[in-house]
């Protein structure tokens, strides 16, 4: 039995999680606690039988073998470092992290396993994967550029998910690039050692990406769609019951995934 602590259960992706546990009835995965910020309206509130919402993260994190973290970075530094006092493996997918919280990220993982993605969907991780092999084949003469689109709440631009995207394509390419996010007024010819990196936002979209490269007389646009938001959810808990499991380190999709 895996005992879970869902953070941040008010929001968007923590009560897709709550949920997605309670309609699979899954008897190897448990929610036992439930951990908001402290002006949450869910606090003392039962999301799951027997699970009262608390803004005590170590009494939160205290019965978990896994955390699930979708939040803010603040919140995320904050776990993490409660997190490392416990040894809970945690499972991270706030985006937009901060230098501070990543180290604490990397200091948890120095006593417990945690898995950190701006992306949990499966498709978007095997885009990744062959964005990677086509920067490699179709090398320097093709220019590369990423287009985002999400919701009108998004907080973040561009998405995690899209500066990974670009990451990607660094390590296909082999040589440094450095990322565009945007362009307005006289910004003079396209350099050949830049990503542009766009986001749009709008809607209800959940997520959204097109990495292009835009070679001599032709163009490869290679897109992925999210459907719904449970994709992110389904694939935090695909990465909790893996992590509950693993040794103390950092680790990807790519890990959880075996890609
Ligand atoms: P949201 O604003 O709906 O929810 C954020 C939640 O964090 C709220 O419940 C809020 O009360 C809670 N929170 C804030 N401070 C807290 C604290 N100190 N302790 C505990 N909880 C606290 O946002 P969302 O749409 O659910 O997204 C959350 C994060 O996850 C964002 O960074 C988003 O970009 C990211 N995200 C990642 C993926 C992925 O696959 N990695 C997918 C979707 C969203």
Same mark, same amino acid.
């Given at each position: 039995?895996?005992?879970?602590?869902?953070?941040?259960?008010?929001?968007?992706?923590?009560?897709?999680?709550?949920?997605?546990?309670?309609?699979?009835?899954?008897?190897?995965?448990?929610?036992?606690?439930?951990?908001?910020?402290?002006?949450?309206?869910?606090?003392?509130?039962?999301?799951?039988?027997g699970?009262?919402?608390?803004?005590?993260?170590?009494?939160?994190?205290?019965?978990?073998?896994?955390?699930?973290?979708?939040?803010?970075?603040?919140?995320?530094?904050?776990?993490?470092?409660?997190?490392?006092?416990?040894?809970?493996?945690?499972?991270?997918?706030?985006?937009?992290?901060?230098?501070?919280?990543?180290?604490?990220?990397?200091?948890?993982?120095?006593?417990?396993?945690?898995? $950190?993605?701006?992306?949990?969907s499966?498709?978007?991780?095997? !885009?990744?994967?062959?964005?990677?092999?086509?920067?490699?084949?179709?090398?320097?003469?093709?220019?590369?550029?990423?287009? @985002?689109?999400?919701?009108?709440?998004?907080?973040?631009?561009?998405?995690g998910?899209?500066?990974?995207?670009? @990451?990607s !394509?660094?390590?296909?390419?082999?040589?440094?690039?450095?990322?565009?996010?945007?362009?307005?007024?006289?910004?003079?010819?396209?350099?050949?050692? @830049?990503?542009?990196?766009?986001? $749009?936002?709008?809607?209800?979209?959940?997520?959204?990406?097109?990495?292009?490269?835009?070679?001599?007389?032709?163009?490869? @646009?290679?897109?992925?769609?999210?459907g719904?938001? +449970?994709?992110?959810a389904?694939?935090? !808990?695909?990465?909790? +019951?893996?992590?509950?499991?693993?040794?103390?380190?950092?680790?990807?999709?790519?890990?959880?995934?075996?890609?």
């Open positions: 039995m895996i005992r879970l602590a869902v953070l941040g259960p008010s929001g968007r992706m923590g009560r897709l999680v709550i949920e997605l546990v309670g309609d699979h009835c899954d008897p190897d995965t448990a929610i036992v606690s439930a951990v908001d910020a402290p002006d949450s309206p869910l606090i003392g509130r039962e999301v799951v039988p699970v009262v919402v608390t803004s005590d993260l170590d009494a939160g994190l205290t019965r978990a073998d896994v955390y699930i973290d979708f939040t803010t970075p603040e919140s995320t530094r904050l776990a993490a470092q409660a997190a490392r006092a416990h040894r809970v493996a945690g499972v991270i997918g706030t985006t937009g992290l901060d230098p501070a919280t990543d180290r604490a990220i990397d200091e948890l993982a120095t006593h417990a396993p945690v898995v $950190v993605a701006a992306n949990f499966l498709g978007v991780n095997v !885009l990744s994967g062959l964005v990677k092999r086509a920067a490699r084949a179709l090398g320097p003469e093709f220019d590369l550029e990423i287009v @985002e689109i999400h919701h009108k709440h998004k907080r973040d631009a561009p998405s998910t899209a500066l990974a995207l670009a @990451e !394509l660094v390590a296909g390419r082999g040589t440094s690039l450095r990322n565009r996010p945007t362009r307005e007024g006289d910004v003079g010819a396209r350099s050949p050692d @830049e990503i542009g990196v766009m986001a $749009v936002r709008g809607g209800d979209v959940a997520g959204e990406h097109t990495v292009y490269f835009l070679g001599p007389n032709e163009r490869l @646009e290679l897109t992925h769609r999210s719904s938001r +449970r994709i992110f389904q694939g935090a !808990l695909h990465a909790a +019951r893996w992590v509950a499991g693993q040794p103390a380190g950092r680790y990807d999709m790519n890990h959880v995934l075996d890609l």
